[in-house]
């Protein structure tokens, strides 16, 4: 039962121009959600979260945007650069709740 | 300086064999978590230290076994290994609820770079 999907496996953007990583949940109840992204051989590093009282939240070239009545999230990456090639993890959590659920990823390339 | 380090990087081994994976965190955090990645990608928490308290535990099979013998150590004991067992295994940490995010949500977690496990 997938609580959070990422339904593109993979996705390439030019660069400069503007990557979307597009998460999608199931649970109403979540309330937290989290960006992590992951080199090879490497752990995922957190990128960004957003709480569910807002609908924005951006960190330099970095932009998370939350629907909650459509459950679905999206990471804006502007602009886009070699290094941003990677694995993107949409996470999310609910209020009180220590538990992350992960979404399957999204690898993200970057081209030259 | 790594903040979270596993042990070992890789580990081939044949079924029914036990074996174990270290994980150590030098950030002074209280709570700390195993996470299988199978090979459809997903990340899956297993486990979840809380000062060396079991807070979570997912639908584990008892064969693997969490041991933490300070809060800055969590070791994953892998008994009479399967094939199935064959997976990307990462150890975090993290601050619990009622830390730095203000207690209503669980604070970033930092990861360690991963155990590969094969098994034959």
């Known amino acids: 039962d997938q609580q959070v999907k990422q339904n593109s496996p993979s996705l390439s953007v030019q660069e400069g121009r503007i990557s979307i990583l597009n998460c999608d949940y199931t649970n109403s109840m979540f309330d937290y959600f989290l960006w992590y992204k992951k080199y090879p051989a490497e752990g995922p590093t957190f990128l960004i979260s957003i709480s569910s009282i807002k609908d924005k939240n951006e960190d330099g070239r970095f932009t998370v945007f939350l629907n909650k009545s459509a459950k679905h999230l999206s990471l804006h990456i502007v602009p886009s650069q070699p290094g941003d090639s990677a694995v993107y993890f949409c996470?999310?959590?609910?209020?009180?709740?220590?538990?992350?659920?992960f979404g399957k990823g999204t690898r993200l390339h970057i081209l030259p | 300086d790594t903040a979270v380090s596993q042990t070992p990087k890789y580990l081939v081994t044949q079924m029914g064999n036990d074996k174990s994976i270290k994980c150590e965190q030098n950030?002074?955090?209280?709570?700390m978590y195993w996470y299988k990645q199978d090979s459809k990608k997903f990340l899956k928490i297993m486990f979840s230290?809380?000062?060396?308290?079991?807070?979570i535990n997912e639908t584990v099979p008892n064969r693997f076994s969490p041991k933490s013998p300070d809060k800055a150590h969590l070791n994953l004991h892998i008994n009479s290994l399967e094939l199935g067992d064959s997976a990307v295994y990462f150890c975090a940490s993290s601050q619990p609820l009622g830390g730095i995010s203000g207690g209503l949500f669980p604070d970033t977690q930092y990861f360690g770079p991963g155990t590969r496990l094969t098994v034959l």
């Open positions: 996470a999310a959590s609910g209020v009180r709740d220590d538990k992350i659920i």
């Open positions: 950030l002074g955090h209280d709570t």
């Open positions: 230290y809380n000062n060396k308290e079991l807070i």
